[in-house]
Each structure stands twice: as structure tokens, then as C-alpha cells.
């Protein structure tokens, strides 16, 4: 035990010192668990929702799942062996068995089976509904979005109208999204006659996600050196050619990364798009028996989010119920999951490159 | 210098800076350029505006409807019989006591004294003729409700039968189909006619008190003693209960004595019901009830559950990634957290279906969590399972403000306390975590509208109950199920006839929502700019 | 005075000033700074200045931090503009006897003919071609090559065509920082101002760079008028034709450099020229 060097500023083992490790280890365990918390539902969807969208043998991906319409899953005892086969193929089935036992002279045999709602099939009409959600509704709020944005930082001057702007968008960006259903269904479906149809959701949507369009659009064209804007104003030109050549350019990667954000917002809502464009149940596809190029835009459609609340809440359960479930889950969580992540490897990218 | 300029220049023209532009109703185009912007820019405050306007437009007129609906509640006589059904239900809660007690009762004498249950009821024989006897006191009075009830109910339908036929009269007449309009029949209701049968009961009702008081003054007398001397305790406490019931019926009787169909219901009973009923019961054969206190309690339980976790977790995690992560860490942690705030709202609920709620309920079964309050669940969706997931929504929203209030504090804070000797953990619990503490608030706050304006998640998960929860289970009412604002809304607009009250009534919930968030977020901004001025 | 109205632009042969007088005295007024008084929100930056400064000379700006001498400069193409809360408050700036601020001037055309170089050198990110030919491309020109030539010209008038000639489409983001700002200066150049306003133009470059940009100046002010804002007293004092001393938002002594820097009247002029403060 012998202690080489004395000197005042040699670190001793103290109680103090332990306690702020202990501390330490304590918000650790706070920000671990929050991720271990988001990977184990993320695990959980990934695991069970796999099998309805992989499959082992080629081409590894459930082309049926990811390609057709929902339909029942019909459930029967067919000569002593239990099959499950879709309602249409069902069908087919039937009439070929009794085409069959017609052709050998006997009486049709009676099949009875057991139907489960939307257990078989695909959800494929919910994936184009979605896609066409995001894109219209995105393109909406972007163009609304970056043309507020470039007032409120090129133009605007500080002010009480400004801050009156800023003081909407800061409140609009709070309103509960149940709320932008409602108003969307008073104002859209109910008050303008657009009925439950794309174009009402599209507006819904595209008003919800205005705020963070608003919020990013600013931040990236703040971001632009002032340098670039004297530089050219000083140079003659006007405050348009200014903003549209020495401003914009530089602030589009930046504005359309952020966005994607607003993306995965829009894909995700649920509550917006239930009274205004989704539908429980459609046959057609968006465009199919389209009577006029107009009614495309005054159609309900499928989508994911939609089809998940339906299929877990509001279909009864049973063992068949699972596969659409987790499967549905798995795709919607794999394509938002997708979009959030680029934007997110986008911006930290971006952040890199930009260094004026 | 080669060059010399003319000593006197008279200044030429050529500096020729005053140009007029291309312009359109006086501007140029360059300022029709930014009127075009500007225009934009009031896009949010407009779509608040009209926010604010359908919102209305489609619920303002529930008052005038609800004090309708009361109105007819009242002429129809409903309430009259509302009166004496409180009563008979006041009774029927205390029988349910007495057969908790024999509950317990049973289970001492057989897990403690080692009775065989036939003993067990052998020794209670005269407790259980006892609440028969109790529970047989009722017996007219329960009647008497039941016949009033129908009455009342045809009384009210008849009413609205005839509201039916003056809407299509009126709708024919408007049409200018005169004729067909007459040949609808409109039989105005009578009440005091109709009526007379329900209060010429009154006599008879008055009869049947007296009787109960009586009997209910020898049954408290005659209360069996317990087997248990805790038990005793418990008989003596429900002897109270019994007594205090018996002091309402004076106030009944009052209420009956006084109650006249013609009296108006004023408007502000029907903003008082919305806000402070306790009721929200649609599509009753009876009456309908829009009391938002039920879902509002139901809201703030399971946004309490979710701030409970989600405060100090993001919070935490906020405070560790700025202040203690290594750099590493800290590119790690802070993608991944807002991975999370990219979950759909709608996918959390699935899991809360399909895993979370099962996943509470067996855990709370497990032996040494008994004495956790509310276990074991009853019910695998409640307040619990949808507050957990709304607070794994509601932390990315925290963490991210937190962090960035804790980023903003100067470093120079930091670098001051270091110098006069302090620790980290000091320097962070005593400088930067109370320079950042509004910040922090806000971000609570900003958090908290997140989850009390959430819907996909409580209704999947929080149990879709419309009832307040029992609270004098203390904590246990947060494992009960629940029904919140939002989820309402979601679950109940789907399914009502547009223009009507219940519709309304939902477009009014909506209302309260916004109202609510912009509450919140007004205060999130207040406390914001006052910690600016604080550190700026 | 052989030709009153000839355009003051070319560089002509003139006879000798009668008196003989140094240039600077005798110089006609290009830009007529009257009494102008210069608020920001509710701080006065500049009081009752009035200078005159001379037509293609270079006038320099000198001063302790504050002072309003760049204040004053941004006044001249009314960048000012730019800055919420800002306003004249009195007096008036002519050029060439056009008074600036007045209603019907387009401020697009003023900073045609008054360019600027600033602080810190702001090329675009794009390349040195495009950098140069930025200002004649708003103005519609699409000639290629006019505007070849222009950026060929341009970059000699900067000093900087035999550095970047061979590398004309690599980014302007790539050149060192005295090369960035001359791009700057020539990219000005390419729009031919008649006057150049140059807010500390060497203030972030280092000795080398900076001799090159002074030398720059002593060349430029051949055919434009320049208007330098400087902290460092060598520089006025080496290029500057004209000196002007502000203190505290005041216009303290207007002369000719050589006479600031050896003689000054002013003892507050005489203290910073002489480094005892500022």
C-alpha cells in the first residue's frame, strides 16, 4: 500500500463521485430505454409482419399480398382436408368441383365454408391510395409552404403582421389532427359538396402538414448566406431574380429534405383522411371506370392507415386476422420508416456539404 | 496621373437611374411578385380562420338543440321519473354493498376460519334473509318506475313523431306541394293531458316512501352482526350509507312536489349540461346525454399516464445527450429518437392491440406486483396501455425541445461554472438545467397538446368506455378503461346523421379541442419568449 | 473644358488645371453627400453629414468601429433599404445631381451604376464564369460571346485573368480569399458601374492579397470612381485620394489624404491618424 506521489489534485474515490455516476448511469438508462422501447415495437411489427409480405422460395416477396385487393378468406372442409383459399378462388373452386362431379355424373357436392373479412388477398388498393394521398396532398402544401416561407423570410418586415403570421402558423401547427378532420369534412366534403374524395383529403392533409413545410422552407432559405443576396442585389438585380437565382437554388436540397419529414406525416394520419378521402372498402382502383377525367379527383380511395385501424378494431378477430394485420403494419411502418430515415440521412448529408 | 477630369462638369443626363417599369394596376412587377407572396403567407392564418368558422358552422347550433332536447326531457316528463329512478338506483348500489360484504364475508370464514363453503352459508342464513328482506323493500317503487318510464317514453315519442311530421309538412310546403302538405297530420301533444297519468302517481309514490322509510328503520335495526370484527366495522359503515339515503328522500319528495312541465329550460342549462355532465349517453331509448366531463377526465388520465413516463424519460434523455453522451452517442441517439417520433400513431395502437395490452395484464398478475394499486387489470385496453404508447409519442416531441432549449444555453454558462470548480453534475443540475428550464416546460407542454390531440391511439387502445372512472379505487382508476375526446370524435362521426344533435354535439368536442390546443400552445410560447429575454 | 458635355466616362486628354493645384482639389463632384441625417429604428447613426466626393478618385472612409462610415457607404446604392427600420431622416445624396433617394428612382438601376464589394468576399456558389456573367445574364444578355468577352475583360480589369483563365468553369467557392474577392471586384466590373463602393474590402485577406487588391484599386480608379471603407490607416493613407474622418456618427474632417494624414486640423483626427486611439 504505498501511495508514490502525494499532491493536492490527485483524484480520490469519494462518495460525491459516485454519486454523480450513479446519476449519470441513471439518465443513460432513460435515453437507452426510450430506444430500446422504439426498437422493440419496431422489432415486434417487423418479425410478425414479415411472413405475410417475404416468403422463402422466389421471388421472396408476396406478390399477392403486395398486389391484389383484400377479399374474404373462406375457410372449408373439402374432402376430408381443410383448405383456406381467397373468395374469388373459392368460387372458381366450387364451380370447377361441380363442373367435375356434373362431368361424372354425380350430385355437385355442397361445400359450406366459413368466410373471414379481408383475411386473404392483398392490400394493394391501399398502397395507391396512400401514395396518391402523399403526392397530391404534398404537392399542395409545397407549393403553398415555400411561397409563404420566401415572403415571411425575403420579403416580410418585422412587424405586427409578420408576427401575426408567424403566431398562426406556430398555433396551426397544434391543432390535433382529429380537428383538421373535422374542419375538413365541415368545409370540403360537407360545405363545398366534394363528398368523401381524394381532393378533400388532399387539402386536409396538405393544411395539416403546411406548418412544417412553412418551418423548414424558412430555415433552409435563412440558411442561405446573406452574402449571396447582397451580392447580387448589388449587382442590380431585382429582389425576384435575386431570390430565384442566388437564393432558391442554394435552399431547394435543404427545403425538399426537411419536407420529406411532412411526408411521413402526411402517410401516417389517420384521423384527417377518415371522414374525408378513405373508404373501408373499394373495389375499383383509382382509376378504373372513370366516367370523366374530374371524377378521378372526386373519389374516395383505400389506404393504408385506414386499413390498419379497420382490420385491428373493426373486423372481428380470429387466427386468420393476424397475417393482414401484422402485414399491413409492416408495409405502412416499412415505407414511413423509409421516408423518415432518408430524410434524416439527407439532412445530416446536407448539413455536411453546405458550408459557405 | 495621366489623366485630368474637366475642372467644372456639368453633370450630363446619362445618369439615367430613374426608369419606370412594366406595371400592372400600379406595381411593378416585381412588387406583383411579392403581393403574390405575401398572399401565400397568409395561407396559415386564413386556414386557422376557417378553421375556426366550419368548426363552428357545423357545431353552434348544438346548444339551441341540446336545450331542446332538454326541454323536451322535461315536458315529456322523463324528468319527473328521473327523480324516483335515482332513487331506486341509490338502493340498488347499497344492495350490491351488502352482497360485496357477504362476498367477503365468505371468503373469511372459509380461507380463515377453514369453514366448507355449505357451513359458511349455513352460518350466514340470516344475513342473506336479511338483504332479501333489503332487497325486496324496493320492490314498488321499482315497479312504479317501470310503468312511468313507458308512459314518459310515449310520451316522448309521440312528440317526436309530431316534430317528424311538421319537418315533412314543412318540407312539402316549401316544395309547393300545398295539398300533400295538409294531408300530413299534425296532432299537437297535449301535455298536461298526457302527463296527467305520470303525476296523479303522486299520491301513490308518496305511499310507497312512507312505507320504505319505515321499513328501512326496522332493517337498520335488525342489521345481522358480522362474522369478523373487521367485517363489523364494514356493517356499521354501510348502516351510515343506509341512513344517509334515507335523509334524501325528504329532497325527492321536494323535487317532485315542485317540478312542473312548464317550466322553461334556460340556455345556459344547455352549455352547463355539455360542460359539466357527467353523462355521455347517445342513442338511449330513453334520454340523451352530451356531457363532455367524462371524456375530458378521460383525456387528461391518459395524457397523465403519458406525461408520467414520457417527462422524465425525455427529459432525461435530453440531459444525457446534451450534457454526458460522447459525441458518438450522441449521432446515434439523437437519428433514432426521431425515428420514433415517425411511428404512425396508428401502427402504435395495433401494438397496443395486438401486444401491450396483453402484455400489462399477465404482468400484472405475476404474484409479488400485487400490491401495485389496480392490479390485476380487469381490462387489457384502458388508460394505462393507451398512455404508455402515447408517451412513447409524446417523448421524441420532448426530447427534441428539451434538447434544443439545453443546446441553447451559452456555453459560456457552462465554461463559468467549470472554472470556479464544480462538477458536472453540479454545473448541469444547478446551471444549465434551470437556464434551460422554461424551454424545458414548453416543451411539456408542446408535448402534452401533442398527446391530448392523439386520436388513433386511444381509440385503439384506451378501452372506449364512456363512464369516469372510479376513483375511489385511488391509482387503480388508471388500469380501468376510458374513453377520451378525440377518440370519441373518431369512433362516433361515422355513424351520425349529419345536422343532427349528436353530430353536432361532436363538431362542439372538436371545438373544445382546438381550443384546448391553442391554450396550450399559447402558454408554450409565453413561457418561451420570457426565457429568451431571460438568457438574451 | 474643352468639351462640357463630353460623357465624363471616357478617359480623355484635359489641359492642366489653371492653378495647378494637386487632382484631388480640382476633381468635379460625382457624388454630393447633403447634411444627411440616418436613423436605424430610434438611433441616429449619421448626423448632418455633407461631403463631395470627387469623380474617379478614391475617396476613403476612415474611423473608430461604430463611426457610420459603412452606414454611409450602404447609403450611397441604398442597401440600406435591405435593414428593417431604417430611414433618412434629413438632407439629400445627389449623383451627378440625381438625388438617390428620391420617389421615382428605381434602386434596381442606382445599383447598376453604383456596384459594391464587400466585407467578406461573397462569390456565388457556381463557377468563375457564371459568377461574372451573373449580373449580364439578368439583364438578358445571352450573347456568348459578349459575354466571353465581358468575363475575359473583367477578369483582366481584376488582375485575375491569368490566375483563373484556365479554370473558368471550376467553382468560385475553389479560389483563395484574395482571389475570391477580386472575382468580386471583377464581377462587378462586368455590369460597369461608374462608381464602386468597397466596404473593407481587405479585411479579411492577408498582407500578400491585400497588396494585390490596393494595387487592384490604384487601377481601377482610372476609369471608376472608388468609395473604400477602411480600418486600417496604411491602406487610406496608400491608396486613397480623398480621406474622410468620421467619429460618433459625425463627419469630423474631410481633405485631401496627404493633408489628414500629415496635417490634419482636427486634434480628434490627429489622435486616431496617429494610433493614440479608435
Known amino acids: 500500500m504505498s501511495t508514490p506521489v502525494s499532491h493536492p489534485f490527485q483524484a480520490k474515490p469519494s462518495l460525491s463521485r459516485t454519486f454523480e455516476s450513479g446519476v449519470f448511469w441513471l439518465f443513460r438508462s432513460a435515453a437507452y430505454l426510450v430506444?430500446?422501447?422504439?426498437?422493440?415495437?419496431?422489432?415486434?411489427?417487423?418479425?410478425?409482419?414479415?411472413?405475410?409480405?417475404?416468403?422463402?422460395?422466389?421471388?421472396?416477396?408476396?406478390?399477392?399480398?403486395?398486389?391484389?385487393?383484400?377479399?374474404?378468406?373462406?375457410?372449408?372442409?373439402?374432402?376430408?382436408?381443410?383448405?383456406?383459399?381467397?373468395?374469388?378462388?373459392?368460387?372458381?373452386?366450387?364451380?370447377?368441383?361441380?363442373?367435375?362431379?356434373?362431368?361424372?355424373?354425380?350430385?355437385?357436392?355442397?361445400?359450406?365454408?366459413?368466410?373471414?373479412?379481408?383475411?386473404?388477398?392483398?392490400?394493394f388498393p391501399c398502397i395507391v391510395g396512400t401514395v396518391l394521398l402523399v403526392v397530391g396532398s404534398m404537392t399542395i402544401a409545397l407549393t403553398l409552404g415555400v411561397a409563404s416561407a420566401i415572403y415571411l423570410s425575403e420579403y416580410a418586415r418585422q412587424g405586427p403582421v409578420v408576427a401575426f403570421i408567424r403566431l398562426a402558423i406556430l398555433n396551426l401547427a397544434g391543432v390535433p389532427s382529429i380537428v383538421f378532420g373535422l374542419f375538413g369534412m365541415g368545409m370540403f366534403v360537407i360545405f363545398l359538396e366534394w363528398n368523401v374524395s381524394l381532393l378533400a383529403g388532399w387539402f386536409t392533409l396538405a393544411f395539416m402538414v403546411l406548418p412544417v413545410v412553412i418551418t423548414a422552407s424558412e430555415e433552409s432559405l435563412k440558411s442561405v448566406p446573406k452574402g449571396f443576396r447582397e451580392?447580387?442585389?448589388?449587382?442590380?438585380?431585382?429582389?425576384?431574380?435575386?431570390?430565384?437565382?442566388?437564393?432558391?437554388?442554394?435552399?431547394?436540397?435543404?427545403?425538399?429534405?426537411?419536407?420529406?419529414?411532412?411526408?411521413?406525416?402526411?402517410?401516417?394520419?389517420t384521423a384527417p383522411i377518415m371522414f374525408t378521402a378513405a373508404y373501408v372498402v373499394r373495389d375499383k382502383l383509382p382509376w378504373q371506370d372513370l366516367q370523366s377525367a374530374g371524377d378521378f379527383f372526386f373519389q374516395g380511395v383505400m389506404a393504408l392507415p385506414y386499413h390498419i385501424y379497420v382490420v385491428s378494431s373493426k373486423i372481428p378477430q380470429n387466427e386468420y386476422t393476424e397475417r393482414v394485420q401484422y402485414g399491413t403494419a409492416f408495409v405502412f411502418l416499412f415505407i414511413v420508416a423509409l421516408i423518415a430515415a432518408s430524410s434524416i440521412v439527407l439532412r445530416t448529408k446536407l448539413r455536411g456539404r453546405y458550408k459557405w | 496621373m495621366t489623366t485630368e477630369p474637366p475642372a467644372a462638369a456639368v453633370p450630363p443626363p446619362s445618369f439615367a437611374i430613374v426608369k419606370r417599369r412594366l406595371s400592372f394596376f400600379g406595381l411593378t412587377l416585381d412588387e406583383c411578385i411579392q403581393v403574390f407572396f405575401g398572399g401565400n403567407a397568409f395561407v396559415a392564418v386564413v386556414v386557422l380562420a376557417l378553421i375556426t368558422y366550419f368548426l363552428f358552422r357545423e357545431g353552434s347550433q348544438f346548444f339551441g338543440q341540446n336545450r331542446q332536447n332538454l326541454t323536451v326531457y322535461r315536458q315529456a316528463g322523463l324528468e319527473y321519473v328521473d327523480f324516483m329512478r335515482r332513487q331506486e338506483q341509490a338502493h340498488t348500489a347499497l344492495t350490491r354493498g351488502l352482497f360485496e360484504l357477504r362476498m367477503r364475508a365468505v371468503v373469511d370464514l372459509t380461507e380463515r376460519q377453514k369453514l366448507s363453503l355449505a357451513d359458511a352459508n349455513q352460518?350466514?342464513?340470516?344475513?342473506?334473509?336479511?338483504?332479501?328482506?333489503?332487497?325486496?323493500?324496493?320492490?314498488?317503487?321499482?315497479?312504479?318506475?317501470?310503468?312511468?318510464?313507458?308512459?314518459?317514453?310515449?310520451?316522448?315519442?309521440?312528440?317526436?313523431?309530431?316534430?317528424?311530421?311538421?319537418?315533412?309538412?314543412?318540407?312539402?310546403?316549401?316544395a309547393g306541394r300545398v295539398a300533400e302538405s295538409e294531408a300530413v297530420k299534425v296532432e299537437a301533444v297535449d301535455f298536461e293531458r298526457e302527463l296527467a297519468p305520470i303525476l296523479g302517481t303522486k299520491e301513490a309514490?308518496?305511499?310507497?316512501?312512507?312505507?320504505?322509510?319505515?321499513?328501512?328503520?326496522?332493517?337498520?335495526?335488525?342489521?345481522?352482526?358480522?362474522?369478523?370484527?373487521?367485517?363489523?366495522?364494514?356493517?356499521?359503515?354501510?348502516?351510515?350509507?343506509?341512513?344517509?339515503?334515507?335523509?334524501?328522500?325528504?329532497?325527492?319528495?321536494?323535487n317532485l312536489a315542485a317540478w312542473d312541465y312548464r317550466r322553461p329550460v334556460p340556455l345556459w342549462k344547455a352549455f352547463s349540461a355539455y360542460?359539466?355532465?357527467?353523462?355521455?349517453?347517445?342513442?338511449?331509448?330513453?334520454?340523451?346525454?352530451?356531457?363532455?366531463?367524462?371524456?375530458?377526465?378521460?383525456?387528461?388520465?391518459?395524457?397523465?399516464?403519458?406525461?408520467?413516463?414520457?417527462?422524465?424519460?425525455?427529459?432525461?434523455?435530453?440531459?444525457?445527450?446534451?450534457?454526458?453522451?460522447?459525441?458518438?452517442?450522441?449521432?446515434f441517439i439523437k437519428p433514432c429518437i426521431e425515428f420514433i417520433s415517425a411511428f404512425p400513431s396508428v401502427v402504435l395502437g395495433f401494438f397496443g392491440i395486438a401486444v401491450l395490452g396483453e402484455a400489462l395484464r399477465s404482468m400484472s398478475q405475476v404474484?409479488?406486483?400485487?400490491?401495485?394499486?389496480?392490479?390485476?387489470?380487469?381490462?387489457?385496453?384502458?388508460?394505462?396501455?393507451?398512455?404508455?404508447?402515447?408517451?412513447?409519442?409524446?417523448?421524441?416531441?420532448?426530447?427534441?425541445?428539451?434538447?434544443?432549449?439545453?443546446?441553447?444555453?451559452?456555453?459560456?454558462?457552462?465554461?463559468?461554472?467549470?472554472?470556479?470548480?464544480?462538477?458536472?453534475?453540479?454545473?448541469?443540475?444547478?446551471?444549465?438545467?434551470?437556464?434551460?428550464?422554461?424551454?424545458?416546460?414548453?416543451?411539456?407542454?408542446?408535448?402534452?397538446?401533442?398527446?391530448?390531440?392523439?386520436?388513433?391511439?386511444?381509440?385503439?387502445?384506451?378501452?372506449?368506455?364512456?363512464?369516469?372512472?372510479?376513483?375511489?379505487?385511488?391509482?387503480?382508476?388508471f388500469v380501468q378503461p376510458v374513453h377520451t375526446m378525440t377518440g370519441i370524435v373518431a369512433q362516433e362521426m361515422g355513424e351520425v346523421v349529419r345536422g343532427g344533435i349528436h353530430y353536432r354535439a361532436l363538431f362542439v368536442v372538436g371545438i373544445f379541442l382546438f381550443f384546448l390546443s391553442l391554450g396550450i400552445n399559447f402558454l408554450a410560447q409565453k413561457i418561451v419568449r420570457r426565457y429568451r429575454i431571460s438568457v438574451g | 473644358m474643352d468639351s462640357p458635355t463630353k460623357s465624363l466616362r471616357s478617359v480623355s486628354h484635359h489641359p492642366a488645371s489653371p492653378d495647378g493645384k494637386s487632382t484631388a482639389a480640382v476633381a468635379p463632384t460625382l457624388i454630393d453627400i447633403e447634411n444627411l441625417d440616418f436613423h436605424y429604428g430610434a438611433t441616429q447613426a449619421l448626423h448632418g453629414i455633407s461631403l463631395k466626393v470627387p469623380d474617379r478618385q478614391v475617396t476613403a472612409f476612415i474611423g473608430p468601429s461604430g463611426c457610420g462610415k459603412s452606414t454611409l457607404l450602404r447609403c450611397l446604392n441604398?442597401?440600406?433599404?435591405?435593414?428593417?427600420?431604417?430611414?433618412?431622416?434629413?438632407?439629400?445624396?445627389?449623383?451627378?445631381?440625381?438625388?438617390?433617394?428620391?420617389?421615382?428612382?428605381?434602386?434596381?438601376?442606382?445599383?447598376?451604376?453604383?456596384?459594391?464589394?464587400?466585407?467578406?468576399?461573397?462569390?456565388?456558389?457556381?463557377?468563375?464564369?457564371?459568377?461574372?456573367?451573373?449580373?449580364?445574364?439578368?439583364?438578358?444578355?445571352?450573347?456568348?460571346?459578349?459575354?466571353?468577352?465581358?468575363?475575359?475583360?473583367?477578369?483582366?480589369?481584376?488582375?485575375?485573368?491569368?490566375?483563373?483563365?484556365?479554370?473558368?468553369?471550376?467553382?468560385?467557392?475553389?479560389?483563395?480569399?484574395?482571389?475570391?474577392?477580386?472575382?468580386?471586384?471583377?464581377?462587378?466590373?462586368?455590369?460597369?458601374?461608374?462608381?464602386?463602393?468597397?466596404?473593407?474590402?481587405?479585411?479579411?485577406?492577408?498582407?500578400?492579397?491585400?497588396?494585390?487588391?490596393?494595387e487592384l484599386i490604384h487601377e481601377?480608379?482610372?476609369?471608376?470612381?472608388?468609395?473604400?471603407?477602411?480600418?486600417?490607416?496604411?491602406?487610406?493613407?496608400?491608396?486613397?485620394?480623398?480621406?474622410?474622418?468620421?467619429?460618433?456618427?459625425?463627419?469630423?474632417?474631410?481633405?485631401?489624404?496627404?493633408?489628414?494624414?500629415?496635417?490634419?486640423?482636427?486634434?480628434?483626427t490627429e489622435a486616431y491618424v496617429s494610433g493614440r486611439f479608435g
Open chain 2, 367 to 477: 404474484t409479488w406486483l400485487q400490491w401495485l394499486p389496480g392490479f390485476p387489470i380487469a381490462e387489457r385496453l384502458n388508460a394505462l396501455t393507451a398512455g404508455c404508447l402515447l408517451g412513447l409519442i409524446a417523448i421524441p416531441t420532448i426530447f427534441t425541445l428539451a434538447e434544443d432549449a439545453l443546446q441553447n444555453v451559452p456555453r459560456s454558462f457552462k465554461e463559468a461554472s467549470y472554472a470556479l470548480g464544480a462538477t458536472r453534475l453540479q454545473t448541469i443540475t444547478r446551471i444549465v438545467v434551470p437556464a434551460g428550464l422554461s424551454g424545458i416546460i414548453s416543451a411539456v407542454l408542446l408535448g402534452l397538446g401533442r398527446v391530448i390531440g392523439e386520436t388513433m391511439v386511444v381509440l385503439l387502445c384506451a378501452g372506449n368506455r364512456i363512464a369516469i372512472p372510479d376513483f375511489t379505487e385511488g391509482l387503480g382508476a
Open chain 1, 35 to 123: 430506444l430500446a422501447c422504439g426498437a422493440f415495437v419496431f422489432a415486434d411489427i417487423v418479425i410478425k409482419g414479415a411472413p405475410a409480405v417475404f416468403k422463402t422460395s422466389f421471388p421472396f416477396v408476396n406478390t399477392v399480398f403486395l398486389t391484389e385487393a383484400p377479399e374474404s378468406l373462406c375457410v372449408f372442409d373439402y374432402e376430408g382436408q381443410k383448405r383456406e383459399m381467397g373468395d374469388r378462388e373459392f368460387r372458381a373452386f366450387r364451380e370447377q368441383e361441380a363442373a367435375r362431379a356434373a362431368a361424372e355424373g354425380r350430385k355437385a357436392p355442397e361445400i359450406k365454408a366459413t368466410s373471414f373479412v379481408y383475411s386473404a388477398g392483398g392490400i
Open chain 2, 123 to 174: 352460518r350466514l342464513a340470516g344475513f342473506d334473509d336479511y338483504a332479501g328482506r333489503f332487497d325486496d323493500a324496493i320492490g314498488p317503487l321499482r315497479g312504479m318506475v317501470a310503468d312511468l318510464t313507458e308512459v314518459a317514453t310515449a310520451i316522448k315519442t309521440k312528440f317526436t313523431i309530431n316534430e317528424d311530421k311538421m319537418e315533412e309538412r314543412q318540407q312539402l310546403l316549401e
Open chain 1, 231 to 269: 451580392g447580387s442585389l448589388a449587382l442590380g438585380a431585382t429582389k425576384w431574380q435575386t431570390i430565384r437565382k442566388a437564393v432558391l437554388p442554394y435552399a431547394l436540397p435543404g427545403i425538399l429534405t426537411s419536407s420529406i419529414l411532412g411526408v411521413a406525416r402526411v402517410a401516417g394520419e
Open chain 3, 78 to 214: 441604398r442597401m440600406n433599404d435591405l435593414i428593417d427600420g431604417t430611414r433618412i431622416g434629413a438632407g439629400s445624396i445627389k449623383i451627378r445631381g440625381v438625388d438617390i433617394y428620391q420617389r421615382d428612382v428605381d434602386v434596381i438601376e442606382l445599383r447598376k451604376r453604383v456596384g459594391m464589394v464587400f466585407q467578406k468576399s461573397n462569390p456565388f456558389p457556381k463557377s468563375i464564369y457564371e459568377n461574372i456573367t451573373y449580373g449580364l445574364r439578368l439583364q438578358g444578355v445571352k450573347d456568348k460571346g459578349r459575354l466571353d468577352e465581358v468575363v475575359e475583360k473583367s477578369l483582366r480589369g481584376a488582375a485575375l485573368w491569368d490566375e483563373v483563365k484556365d479554370r473558368l468553369h471550376a467553382s468560385g467557392l475553389g479560389l483563395s480569399g484574395g482571389q475570391q474577392q477580386r472575382l468580386c471586384i471583377a464581377r462587378t466590373i462586368a455590369v460597369e458601374p461608374e462608381i464602386i463602393l468597397m466596404d473593407e474590402p481587405c479585411s479579411a485577406l492577408d498582407p500578400i492579397a491585400t497588396a494585390k487588391v490596393e
Open chain 3, 220 to 268: 481601377l480608379k482610372l476609369k471608376y470612381t472608388i468609395v473604400i471603407v477602411t480600418h486600417n490607416m496604411q491602406q487610406a493613407a496608400r491608396c486613397s485620394d480623398k480621406t474622410a474622418f468620421f467619429y460618433l456618427g459625425k463627419l469630423v474632417e474631410f481633405a485631401a489624404t496627404r493633408t489628414i494624414f500629415m496635417n490634419p486640423e482636427n486634434p480628434q
Open chain 2, 275 to 331: 360542460l359539466f355532465g357527467r353523462q355521455w349517453l347517445t342513442a338511449s331509448f330513453w334520454q340523451d346525454w352530451y356531457g363532455v366531463v367524462p371524456l375530458f377526465v378521460g383525456s387528461l388520465m391518459v395524457s397523465a399516464v403519458a406525461l408520467f413516463l414520457a417527462i422524465p424519460l425525455g427529459v432525461g434523455a435530453a440531459v444525457y445527450v446534451n450534457q454526458i453522451a460522447s459525441a458518438r452517442e450522441q449521432r
Open chain 2, 205 to 254: 309514490y308518496l305511499e310507497i316512501n312512507r312505507a320504505l322509510k319505515a321499513e328501512f328503520a326496522t332493517l337498520l335495526q335488525r342489521m345481522p352482526p358480522a362474522p369478523t370484527p373487521a367485517l363489523q366495522v364494514e356493517v356499521e359503515r354501510f348502516k351510515v350509507k343506509v341512513q344517509a339515503y334515507l335523509d334524501t328522500f325528504p329532497s325527492i319528495e321536494a
